[in-house]
């Protein structure tokens, strides 16, 4: 499990890309919700917020970015 702060720097997010939010892996595959990272940096406390999976994201069979699993509280 790492913050959210230590995954967006290990993904390299930046303000305009789009990540993908959901609060298991199981859930992932069924429905998660886009933020950019900007909106993300102005909604969640970055070095509170824990993610303990990271996944890859596709749409059609395309990579389309990253989505982040959270720790539910």
């Not at 913050?3 to 997010?13: D, H, N, S, Y």
């Not at 990272?37 to 069979?61: A, Q």
Request: with cysteine.
């Amino acid at each position: 499990m790492i913050t959210l702060k230590e995954a967006f720097k290990l993904c390299r997010i930046d303000d305009r890309e789009v990540v993908h939010f959901c609060d298991s892996v199981e859930q992932e595959k069924m429905w998660s919700w886009p933020m950019t990272g900007k909106e993300v940096r102005e909604k969640y406390d970055m070095k509170n917020t824990i993610v303990t999976s990271i996944l890859p994201h596709f749409c059609c069979g395309e990579f389309k970015g990253f989505s982040f699993v959270l720790r539910k509280h």
